[in-house]
């Protein structure tokens, strides 16, 4: 497609059109410096503004572009991280797999009660829990704010451990000899608010993954985890097809992720 050249007697709306052929144009890395503004667009294609609007508007909603009111379109920078949904994961494993360098500052490391947490582990609200609070580094940006709340009866070994540079499960596997082995999750888009975007360094219009985790070891409540992760950081996959429709990707071996 060149200037003026979009088929005006096609059944594809024009704004689908110009979408499809701008999302060719990045694949083929065009616009790396600087990516054109409506004007450009416009005069480009000899279409309406309300089209390049539209066409901006989905390459905005698939991730593509940036685009906010009163400023210039820019190609957003595609996610560092990519973890499958469904996996029992290790963050710190995802980010060193990425080719990062992984580390976190501990905010909070003791034990505590918390009669809101402690019957979401199947326990009574007094119980002496173990939480662990961090921020999480990928690389020299920030990745995740991560707060996980454990049984201190199973895991007060974990006290002793040195957590700016080790995986969670790594550790409760080392110190505790427990290895989750099943979990459930609930994700959310969610806006950070202004003390936890300042904590991750996240831009004001970057929404952010609330990841509430339940991990299990043998049928038992062991973890109850709070993560909440920056949105351009860091993307969550999943497999589908044809002959098996959709379907969560796993790891064959859950304790290879722990």
């Known amino acids: ?3 003026g050249m979009v088929d005006r007697s096609s059944d594809v709306p024009l704004w689908r059109q110009l979408q499809q052929d701008l999302a060719r144009r990045l694949d083929a890395g065009e616009f790396v410096d600087s990516f054109p503004g409506e004007l450009a667009l416009v005069e ?3 279409v309406s503004r309300h089209t390049v609007r539209q066409a901006l508007r989905q390459l905005r909603a698939d991730g593509v572009i940036i685009a906010e009111r009163g400023r210039q379109p820019r190609v957003a ?3 560092e991280i990519e973890q499958p949904v469904g996996a029992l994961y290790s963050l710190f494993a995802a980010v060193e797999a990425s080719g990062l360098t992984q580390h976190s500052i501990v905010r909070t ?3 505590r009660a918390d009669g809101v947490v402690s019957p979401r582990l199947g326990l009574e609200g007094s119980t002496p829990l173990l939480y662990l609070e961090r921020l999480r580094f990928a690389g020299d940006e920030p990745l995740a704010l991560d707060r996980v709340w454990m049984p201190a009866s199973l895991t007060s070994s974990l006290l002793a451990a040195d957590f700016t540079h080790t995986g969670l499960y790594r550790e409760l596997a080392d110190r505790a000899g ?3 082995d099943h979990g459930e999750e609930r994700i959310n888009a969610v806006v950070p608010t202004v003390a ?5 360094n996240s831009p004001p219009t970057t929404a952010a993954f609330s ?3 339940l991990g299990r070891a043998q049928g038992r409540p062991v973890e109850w985890r709070h993560t909440l992760v ?3 950081r860091f993307a969550l996959t999943a497999e589908f097809s044809a002959k098996a429709g959709y379907r969560l990707a796993v790891s064959d071996s859950p304790a290879a992720r722990l």
């Open 230 to 232: 920056r949105g351009d």
């Open 1 to 3: 497609m060149a200037s």
């Open 109 to 111: 490391l003791g034990v």
């Open 77 to 79: 920078a595609p996610p």
């Open 44 to 46: 480009y294609y000899q």
């Open 196 to 200: 936890e975007r300042s904590l991750l």
């Open 178 to 180: 427990i290895r989750l």
């Open 211 to 213: 990841i509430n985790r």
